[in-house]
C-alpha cells in the first residue's frame, strides 16, 4: 500500500472539501459507487464546527451491555494498531450489541489517548460522552451520546465493520465531516479534487443566476442549461 499513499498536499485538497462534495466527485471518477460507501443513518455530531478530517481507517469491534468474556482485544494491542502506520488514523468502531450505544468508549480519557497517537477523530454505532472534556480538535461522530461507559470493551480489531451503512476495512481512506462519512477508494483519490472543482464551477452557475436580482423561471432554466453544456 506504501506506493498508494497519498502525500500531505494530496490529503490537504481532499481536507478542502466537505463529505457531500467528496460524494459528488465520486460518483464521476467512480460511478459504480455512487449508492454504496457512506453512512446512511444519521449520526450524532457535538461538534460541528470542526473541518472535514481525511484519514486511514482503523477498525474495531465493541461491545458494553455484559462484562468482557476471555479471548477479548487487548486494550493496549488495540492501541499499538490504532498508532500504526500509515497515518493519520480516524477509528471506525462498530457497536455488535443489540442495544448499539449501551456504554461509551469515547469519552475524555480516550479521546486524548487516540489523539495522542495519532488519530484524527471516531466515527462510531456505539455512544460518546464528556463532551466538553474530550480532546482538542478530536472529530465525534457517533450513535448517540450517554452518560455511561457500562462494560464497555474492544472485542476484536483490525477486521471488517460496518458502521451506520458504511463497510471498511482496515486502512481504508475515509473522509468525514458533520454530514457523516465516506470511503474513498485510494486508486481514484487524487482525480477527486479536480472532478469536485467542475461540479462546484457547474453549481456556482446556477447559484448564481437563483440569486441575482429579479431571479425566476426564466434565469433559472437558462443556468441550468448553460451549467449543462459546461465541461
Known sequence: MTDQLLTEAEMDALRALDTPTICNALEIVAPERRAIGFTTTPLVCPRTELPPIVGYARTARQRSMR???AGI???VEYYEYVAEAPGPTIVIIEDIDTQPGYGAFWGEVNSNIHKAIGCLGVITSG???????C???FQLL????GPSHAHVHIVDFGGPVNVHGMDVESNDLVHADQHGAVVI???VARDVPAAAQKII???AIVLEACKAPGAGIDSVKAALAKAAEYH
Open 67 to 69: 462484562p468482557a468474556q
Open 73 to 75: 482485544a487487548d486494550r
Open 127 to 133: 455512544s460518546i460522552r464528556d463532551i466538553p472534556d
Open 135 to 137: 480532546a482538542e480538535g
Open 142 to 145: 457517533a450513535g448517540n451520546i
Open 185 to 187: 477508494p485510494i486508486e
Open 201 to 203: 464551477d457547474r453549481e
